[in-house]
Structure formats: C-alpha cells, structure tokens
C-alpha cells in the first residue's frame, strides 16, 4: 500500500491555502448533505456531492491538497458529535478513497479533461466504484468498531456509504472539472444554439417539476430523451449541468417526501434516487462521448443506440430501414424489414392525431430528415389493432464526409404517459411561441434601425463628399483620393498619375450679368460636358466655384496632356444659358508625381501655380505643364507677395507724381500718382510686375486703399501749403478692377475723401479699358454714376488697347481718355500709330470727353499732338516721375496752371 501512494507528493507551504479551501469546502458541502442523512447515528446519507467535488479538486489543485480533506471530515465529523475513533476513521475513508479514485482516474483523465471519450468515461465510472468500496469498508468499519452502529447493520451502512460516494463521483466531479477547464468555450454559443438550450432546460425543468411534485407524475423517464438531445447537441459541459441540475432537484423534492420515489422509505428512495440519476449521467456522457470521438462512424454509434431506452431507427435514401435498436423493436412489433418511405404510414399504421388520417409522405419526419432537415413531431400515433401508442419522433439527417445526405434517423418513443401534461406543456410552447415572436419583433426593429441609420450615414457621407450643384467628387474627396493615390505611387513608383487643375475663364462676367442662377446652369452644363469624356479611373472633382481638378493615370506621360488637350477642347464650344449663346475658356495646369515630391499637397499646388502660368502666357492655348522653372516663379512669387503684404503694413509703398500739362498752354493742371516699391534686397520691382501680384494675391484692395489714401493725403497737404487750388489741380489715381467692383468701394472713396478733408474735384480715377470692358454691368455703371455725382472725376486708361467701342463709351459716365504710349511712340511719323491718336482724339471729343497722352518724350510728338488737337500730355519730355518732396518743389516753382514748358 504504501509503495502505491509512494508517487503522492507531501503538501508544501504554498499548498496549504488549497488544502484550507479544501477543508472549508468538504465540511460545507457535507453540512448539507447531513441535513438529509438516513442514519443519525452512524451520519451516513446516500447523498454525498463532497466525493465527487473534492475529487475533482485533486485534479485541478494537485494530489498534494488531499490533507484538506482529511482534516475536513474528521473536523467535520467531531462537530457533529460522533467520536474521536469513528471520525478518524472516517476521514480516513474519504481521504484514502479519493486518492484512490485519483490514482486510478488519473490514466484516463487529466486536468484538461473533457469526458469526450468512452475510455475517460469508463475511468471515471471505475474510479466511483474503486472509491466508494474503500470508503464504505474502511467508514462502515469504523462506524461499527468505534459502537457508532451495531455489526448486524454494517452491509446497510455500507451500501449506503458506497451508493453516496459513487453516484455522487459519477454526478458531481465531472460538473465541477469541466466548468473550470472549459466555461469560456461552453459559454461561446451562437444565438439559436442558446435558444435551443433554453428550451432544453425549460423541458427538463418542466420534467422535474411534474416528477418530484407533491401529486407527482409518472414522467421521470421522459428526461431521458431530453438528455440524448442534449448529449448530442452540446458539450460535456452542459450534459454534466443537466445531470447536476436534475439530481439535485431530485434530491431535496425526494428528501423532503415529494415526487414518484417518495412513497419508499427514505434511505431507500434516495439510494434509487441516485441509482436512476447516476444511470441516466452514464448514459448521457457514454452518448456525448461516443458522439465527439466517433461522430461519424455509424456502427459505434449504434452500439451506443441499441443500450438506450427509447427507440432509434436508421434509414436508407429509400426509407428502408436498415437498424432498429431493441425498445424500437419493441414498438414496431419486429415488422420493419420490408417497410419503404412510400409505403410506411400505411404499412405502421401512422397517423396524425391532430387531423386523424395517414400521415402524407412528405410530412413524415424522415421524409424531411431525407430532404436534410431536422424534424421533430408529437403528433403521430401507431394505430395497432389492440392498442394505439402515440410517439414522439424526430428525424435527423446523417451527412457523410462531403455533406451529401446518406442516411437518416429516426429517434422515438412511447409518450402516453406525456399526454396527460399536455395542456401544461402546450401553454409553455405558446409562451415560448410569444416570447420568441417578440423576439423576433425586437430583432427586426433593430435591423430597420440599423439599415436606417446605415442610409443616414450613407447620405452624410455623400454630402460631405459630394458637390451638391453639379453631383460631382467635392474638394474633399479629391484631396482625400489624390493622399491615396500620392502614398500609392510612393509605396513601389509603379503608378504614376497627374494632376490637372482647370479654372474656367470669363465665368464672373456670365455670373455677374446674368445672374448666379445662370452661373449654375453653367457650372452644371460644364460639368456634365467634361465628364462626358472621363472614365474611370480618373476622378473628376469640383474643386470650388468655377474650379476642377482631375486625377489622371499616367503610364502613357502623354495622355494627361491629351486629355487637357479634349478638355480644353469641349468648353471653348459656346454653352445655351437663358437663350443665349455663351463662350468661355478654361485654363488648365498639369502636375505629375514625382519621387521628389514629399507631399500629395504639392502636387495640387503646383497644378494651380501651371494653371495661373497658362492665363498669363498667351502661348499656351490654355494648357500649362508644371515645371521647375514655374517651380522656382512659385517661390519668388510667394517670397515677393509675403515681401508686399509687409510692404503694405509697413507703409514701405512710395508714390511718385508725374505731371500733366495742357498742351494748348503749356500750364500744369495736374499729375498721376504712381507706385513705387524698393526692395531691400531685389531693388526696385516694376510696378506691373507687384501690381499683377498683389491682384493674384488679393492685396490690390489693401495696396490700392494704400495708394488712394496716401495720394489724397498729399493733395491734403499741398492744399495747407497753398500750392494747389481745388478745381486747377486734379491728382490721377489708377484703380484696379478688383477694387472697384468691390461692395463697399463707394464707402471707402467717401471715408478717404471725409478723412483727407480734400475735394472730390482734385481726384480723378482711372480705370484700365480692357478691365471696363470686361466687367460692365449695371450695378458698375450704378457706381460710377455715383461717384461721378460725388464729384470725382472717371478716366479711362490705356485706351486704344482692349475692347474700343462706341457702345460701352457712350454708357460710362467719364470725363478724359488717355491716350497709350504705344501710340505716341512714332506718332512723328505718318502710319497707323497717328492715325489712330488722331481717330481716338476725335472720337473722345465727339462725347464730350478730354484726352490725355501719355509717354510724350519729344518735342515732334508733342507738336503732332497739337496739332491733332489732344488736351493734355505727360512724359519725360515735360518731367520724370517725383518724388513727394520733389514733386513740392516743383509746384512751388511751376505753380497748378502755370507753365512748364
């Protein structure tokens, strides 16, 4: 003995918690069990869940622990009065029997285990018995040694010892191990699979409420296709849950004098108790376990079908029946042989309760389980000629390793004794019904939820991604696409791609006669003509206002610029807005991907920067590609408008005056202001060239406002010092169109001149031709009507260089033309350039308007000017530009209306 205990290790320190918690569970577990003991004396009960609990801790804390129960039950056995000797015997007895049943279930099981192999099983059943045999001889022994019950009852004591520990090894050790090696996985069930266990459980508790009554009734067996159904359908977990569940239901009901075993005495009950429940565990984890270690060997499992109470039949694709287990036998009377699908209803007599006639073929449980679908009905009846047996019958389907249908099943059984809880169980499957309806009802509001505020989401998502005017990609969209498309390139460099930027030209003009209305009419017809020849991939995207920008493959270098090329192509085609025919233009920059590039932001940059360059530059046609010479423009450009911007706010800005003569008289009647900018490092920059830029940049209405204010400052202090006179001296301002379309230009004209405290007669303003003829419109001839009321006096400059016609002169209210210097030039010489000054001069006396040349360098232009009649001139020849201080000087010499010449 002692060699075969040889391999248990002796406790350490760390064991001694696990071995305190051992105690602490054996004395509370057993203190129930003592609540329903059938010998006072002796403290013996067939009811002894401890062998099987504590057992079972031996595998998942160690054999070490097993001190734990030697010191539980002997405490526990003191604390309920029997003696030294009798309750060392048996702590003795429960100890030595669990290390008895470890070291025989441990060849089978190990902490791991999941009883999911006949081998496993039956260990676990030889276990029970090699354990409740020790513990019964060695306790009953004690028990009648130590005078705690006489020798003439030892095989009683012993019996019910043995019964106590067995069944409850075989009814409790495998719940408690199996939930700790597996309650994650057991609790990982699908929707319907949690469904169908509930309805298990309700059907066993169904079962055992009806069976361990107080007026019971005769349905404890029908547990036991309640738990084949288990067996098969889920893991060992559950079934030892069951089994768990039901015993000690069973239990405390039988105990306490209820359900079909209380009418024996109470020792006797308990003991069939828990022979009926230990019977059904076996059954069920032999089930379980052939079903997860043979499921598809056919023959294993009819081994374990032919020991089962209830009748199980297998079926060939014809019907014929090939296996009938012996309680099948037994309903069928032995007639299955010859039976076929198409004649079994007829054949058995098969009919259906419900409607009273043969069943139909394909109503028959295993016609559906041949069709693949599991079936279970109560509704059938063998209509025999001396009795009539109503069953219950499932049919299942039997899959080989390809999934086709070979076989099917048929599981059934005798429920006349189930028919007389018909109506309890009717109202349960209709509550069932209701519950798994609302269920469905719930289900179904939340899908419709869910599939509406996907559609919310959805629609969210186009908005945020989507031009609502023309339907096309937003500005979003397209800078989201060209990162994706940017990191794509720069993963591997095998997708090249560009980027075109389009800006549609002469669209304010339509925007601003017409109306925004026909702005959009035109914005959509332009998107619908240009995406008429765009397929995917390429993203085609409004960008904003009149701007859209594409992404385009690149593979073939060329095909970007050929589809600028048919881009640019489509919109010079006149568009149909309100019945008119309209033209615009398009400029469009192109960009392609490079290595060097770091950013996606770059490239659609650097498509604006070519698309700027292509409304410049005439020769482009429109179409500008991204160069590093563009590149390097970019930069200077930005570095000069961040240099302007400064420049503005710092009042770094001078303003030169070149005078104005009268050419008749020689006397000065006035000058033009002109803007002057040095730049601390690039030195003087021409006045086109950061005009044009601070235009581009929007600076023009701080620079102009600037220019404006300090001119009119000036005129101011000329007046204080007496050297001009209002009406004998007017001062020349250009302005730019930008400016002058602006909403509140009339408002800050008034605020300069309230603030300046000059008169409007000394300011004149002068617009450029091509930006008036560009931009006419009513609410501009409003404003200049008004400012011309104001008294400010209107000019229109560079005439001769953009759109000359009598219409758009008769409807400006202006008071002087100015002559370009590109006319004055060579007009000493008889050719074009004189008869155009002459036919200019002509025309704007012909409306009543003055003229002025300018850039008049030499005596024979001035004498040609005379003689062609213009009123007044400005060059080199009468003054360069001057300074403020110089330009003061000069009026104190020269004087308003006095000569210069």
Excluded at 15 to 40: M, N
Excluded at 513 to 533: M, N, P, W, Y
Excluded at 808 to 818: D, F, G, M
């Amino acid at each position: 003995m002692l060699s075969f205990f040889s391999w248990i290790p002796l406790p350490r320190l760390r064991d001694w918690p696990a071995i305190t918690l051992a105690a602490g569970v054996h004395i509370l577990i057993s203190q129930f069990a003592y609540s329903y003991i059938s010998f006072t004396d002796a403290k013996v009960t067939p009811i002894w869940p401890s062998a099987g609990v504590l057992l079972a801790a031996l595998f998942l804390a160690g054999p070490q622990v097993w001190p734990g129960i030697f010191i539980g039950d002997f405490l526990l056995k003191l604390m309920t009065g029997l003696g030294v000797g009798v309750s060392l015997s048996g702590a003795i007895a429960n100890a030595s029997s669990r290390l008895v049943a470890y070291a025989i279930a441990k060849r089978a099981i190990s902490r791991s285990s999941r009883l999911q192999t006949l081998d496993e099983v039956w260990t676990l059943l030889a276990a029970a018995v090699a354990q409740a045999t020790v513990s019964a001889l060695i306790g009953a022994t004690g028990n009648c040694l130590f005078g705690a019950a006489s020798w003439n009852r030892f095989f009683t004591i012993g019996w019910t010892w043995w019964t106590g520990n067995a069944s409850s090894a075989i009814l409790f050790f495998p719940v408690v191990l199996l939930w700790c090696n597996q309650w994650r996985q057991s609790l990982q069930l699908s929707a319907k699979r949690w469904l169908e266990l509930f309805i298990i459980s309700a059907i066993i508790l169904a079962i055992a409420t009806l069976a361990f009554a107080s007026k019971p009734y005769p349905v404890s067996s029908l547990v036991i296709p309640v738990f084949v159904w288990l067996a098969l359908r889920f893991n060992s977990t559950w079934v030892s849950t069951g089994i768990a569940f039901i015993t000690l239901f069973a239990f405390i009901s039988t105990a306490n004098g209820k359900g079909q075993f209380s009418v024996l005495a109470v020792n006797e009950a308990l003991i069939l108790l828990q022979s009926y429940n230990s019977s059904i565990a076996v059954m069920s984890f032999s089930l379980n376990a052939v079903i997860s270690q043979a499921r598809n060997s056919q023959t294993y499992l009819r081994q374990i079908l032919d020991h089962l109470p209830i009748g199980v039949a297998v079926h060939e694709l014809t019907g014929r029946m090939t296996y009938v287990n012996a309680v099948g036998r037994e309903i069928l009377r032995g007639k299955y042989k010859s039976a076929t699908l198409e004649g079994m209803a007829k054949f058995f007599n098969i009919y259906q309760a419900s409607k009273n006639r043969l069943t139909p073929i394909e109503e028959l449980p295993l016609a559906m389980a041949l069709q693949g679908q599991l079936s279970h009905t109560e509704d059938l009846e063998l209509r025999w000629p001396d009795r009539t047996i109503p069953l219950e019958v499932w049919g299942i389907p039997i899959h080989d390793e390809t999934g086709h249908i070979k076989e099917g099943m048929t599981v059934f059984q005798d429920i006349h004794e189930r028919l007389e809880n018909a109506r309890l169980i009717q109202q349960a499957n209709e509550q069932l019904s209701l519950t798994v309806q609302e269920l469905e009802a719930a289900n179904h509001k939340l899908e419709q939820e869910a599939s509406e505020r996907q559609q919310a989401q959805a629609q969210l998502w186009h908005l945020a991604h989507f031009d609502t005017l023309t339907q096309l990609p937003n500005r979003a969209y397209f800078v989201e696409q060209l990162h994706a498309w940017f990191n794509r390139y720069k993963a591997d460099h095998q997708y090249p791609f560009a980027v075109l930027f389009l800006d549609c030209d002469r669209f304010k003009i339509v925007n601003d006669s017409l109306g925004h209305s026909a702005g959009d009419v035109l914005l959509t017809q332009v998107a619908q003509r240009l995406q008429s020849c765009i397929a995917s991939p390429v993203i085609f995207a409004r960008l904003g206002g009149d701007e859209f920008g594409v992404l385009v493959p690149a593979e073939d270098p060329s095909y970007p610029q050929d589809l600028a090329e048919q881009l640019h192509e489509l919109i010079v085609h006149p568009f149909e807005i309100q019945g008119q025919r309209i033209y615009i233009g398009v400029s469009i920059g192109i960009s392609f991907v490079s290595a060097q590039i770091d950013a996606a932001e770059e490239l659609l940059r650097s498509a604006d920067t070519a698309m700027y360059a292509a409304k410049r530059n005439p020769l482009s046609r429109g179409i500008q590609i991204f160069s590093a010479k563009l590149s390097a423009n970019s930069l200077k450009n930005l570095a000069l408008e961040t240099a302007l911007r400064e420049a503005i706010k710092q009042a770094d800005i001078d303003l030169f005056y070149q005078p104005i003569v009268d050419l008749e008289t020689g006397a000065l009647v006035g000058a033009e202001a002109l803007a002057r900018w040095f730049h601390p490092e690039l030195g003087n920059i021409p006045p086109l060239e950061f005009v044009t830029l601070a235009e581009r940049s929007k600076l023009i209405f701080s620079l102009g406002n600037f220019i404006l204010e300090k001119a009119c400052l000036q005129i101011h202090l000329w007046q204080q010092d007496h050297l001009i006179t209002p009406g004998d001296f007017i001062l020349h301002v250009n302005i730019s169109a930008q400016q002058i379309c602006h909403e509140d230009f009339e408002d800050w004209i008034k605020d300069i001149l309230q603030r300046t405290e000059i008169s409007a007669q000394n300011l004149m303003l002068e617009i450029t031709e091509s930006s008036v003829a560009e931009d006419i419109d009513q609410q501009l001839l409003k404003l200049l009507d008004e400012l011309k009321s104001m008294g400010v006096q209107l000019s229109i400059d560079d005439f001769g260089t953009g759109y000359s016609s009598l219409s758009y002169l008769q409807r400006l209210p202006v008071n002087s033309l100015k002559i370009d210097r590109s006319f004055i030039h060579q007009i000493n010489l008889a050719g074009d350039n004189r008869q155009v000054a002459q036919a200019t001069i002509a025309l704007a006396h012909s409306f009543g308007l003055e003229v002025v040349a300018e850039g008049i360098e030499e005596e024979s232009q001035l004498y040609w000017l005379r003689q062609l009649g213009c009123d007044m001139g400005q060059g080199y020849y009468f003054s360069k530009p001057l300074s403020a201080a110089d330009m003061t000087e000069f009026l104190r010499c020269h004087g308003s209306a006095s000569q210069t010449r």
